[in-house]
């Protein structure tokens, strides 16, 4: 049983190219969620996507990020025109339902490494 | 808004030494608490859970008990080993709200042999 499945691992742009992260969830989750963690920092939400659907984007930086789950294929963050205080690890969440039970945990995968030179 | 509070790291133990690692949060009503832990390289996984007022969650000989009156979820474990070094999230899932988890800043425990 697969869990969540995020690539690349490691990922590095110059400052002005697109980054493009993946993220395949776990089978059966239809619930998919993506935080960055800055070093030395706690993981900040970006956003919830279910399939086709964006639920909760109020972690989003309003300018150069934009987030899909189509109705097949992987979770995509897309980051235009990076800039270096995008370097972070980015993770990628999901779960079978949505979050309307406080009490269920989400599964993450291993992360994105993005570097920006 | 909510947040978490976690004690500042890292913190260096010899094997077989007792850890606590303190957690507070800030929230309105009951929220349900969460400790999360991620070895290097890989994503969070769940430790433990505790969703009400004097509830004790634990896993793998780590325990933690929400004591609603300190607003606390202190982590703790009688007896580290090596492979427990890693860093450890403390998160609060809020009831009646968006239901996205607020973690706080991590905790990197080093278990020396």
């Given amino acids: 049983n697969a869990g969540v499945m995020q690539n690349p691992r490691h990922l590095v742009r110059r400052r002005g190219q697109e980054a493009r992260l993946r993220c395949s969830p776990m089978k059966g989750h239809s619930h998919v969620y993506w935080y960055r963690q800055l070093p030395e920092e706690g993981l900040k939400f970006m956003v919830y996507l ?3 659907n964006i639920i909760d984007e109020s972690g989003m930086p309003k300018e150069r990020f934009s987030a899909e789950f189509p109705k097949e294929g992987p979770s995509i963050l897309r980051i235009q025109q990076v800039v270096r205080g995008d370097s972070a690890a980015y993770f990628c969440a999901s779960s079978p339902y949505g ?3 406080s009490n269920q945990p ?7 490494r993005l570097s920006i030179l | 808004g909510n947040s978490v509070t976690q004690m ?3 913190v ?4 077989e030494a007792f850890l606590t690692i303190n957690c507070t949060y800030t929230a309105t009503g009951y929220p349900s608490l969460f400790w999360y832990v991620q070895y290097p390289g890989e994503g969070l996984q769940l430790l433990l859970k505790a969703t009400k007022a004097d509830d004790k969650g634990s896993n793998k000989g780590f325990e933690a008990t929400y004591r609603k009156e300190t607003t606390s979820f202190h982590l703790e474990k009688g007896s580290v080993q090596v492979s427990d070094s890693a ?3 403390c998160a609060l899932i809020q009831s009646g709200g968006s239901y996205i988890p607020t973690f ?9 042999p």
């Fill in chain 2, 12 to 15: 260096t133990l010899s094997e």
């Fill in chain 1, 106 to 112: 989400q599964h993450f995968g291993d992360g994105t």
């Fill in chain 1, 50 to 52: 279910q399939k086709e």
């Fill in chain 2, 87 to 89: 860093v450890y999230f």
């Fill in chain 1, 99 to 101: 979050l309307s039970n």
């Fill in chain 2, 8 to 10: 500042e790291g890292p």
């Fill in chain 2, 104 to 112: 706080g800043r991590g905790t990197s425990l080093i278990v020396h």
